[in-house]
Nanobody, 128 residues
Framework: QVQLVESGGGSVQAGDSLRLSCAAS????????MGWFRQAPGKEREFVAAISRSGVVTYYDDSVKGRFTISRDNAKNTVYLQMNSLKPEDTAVYSC?????????????????????WGQGTQVTVSS
C-alpha cells in the first residue's frame, strides 16, 4: 500500500512559478510509474504529466508541454512538478498518482484507471 502526500500548491499570479512535491511512503517508490493529474471545478480529471520508474522517460499533455517539468528522486521517494509560466487555466487541484504499469506509451500513462494509488491533492490557483 502506497501513501502519497502532495505539497507546494498555492495562489500565484499569471506568469509565476510553483513547484509541487509528492512524497510517497509504504511501498517501493522506484517500482512505480508516477503521474500528475489535475481537476478544475466542474471539469473532468485530466492528465498533466508522467514519469517512468527510472525517471528517464517523461510524458506531458500538450497544454503544459514546455512550461511544466516532471522529475523524481527515487532516493527521496518523491516526485516533483515544476510549473513555470502559469496561466489562469492551470487553476485546479493537482494530484499525484502511482501506477504499477510501466510507462510504455502516453496512452497508458494518461489513463487515470492505470493508477492504483492517489494523493489527496493540492490546490493551485492562478490569477490574471
Amino acid at each position: 500500500q502506497v501513501q502519497l502526500v502532495e505539497s507546494g500548491g498555492g495562489s500565484v499570479q499569471a506568469g509565476d512559478s510553483l513547484r509541487l512535491s509528492c512524497a510517497a511512503s509504504g511501498g517501493t517508490f522506484s517500482s512505480y510509474t508516477m503521474g500528475w493529474f489535475r481537476q478544475a471545478p466542474g471539469k473532468e480529471r485530466e492528465f498533466v504529466a508522467a514519469i517512468s520508474r527510472s525517471g528517464v522517460v517523461t510524458y506531458y499533455d500538450d497544454s503544459v508541454k514546455g512550461r511544466f517539468t516532471i522529475s523524481r528522486d527515487n532516493a527521496k521517494n518523491t516526485v516533483y512538478l515544476q510549473m513555470n509560466s502559469l496561466k489562469p487555466e492551470d487553476t485546479a487541484v493537482y494530484s499525484c498518482a502511482a501506477a504499477v504499469t510501466p510507462a510504455t506509451n502516453r496512452a497508458v500513462v494518461a489513463a487515470p484507471s492505470r493508477y492504483a494509488y492517489w494523493g489527496q491533492g493540492t490546490q493551485v490557483t492562478v490569477s490574471s
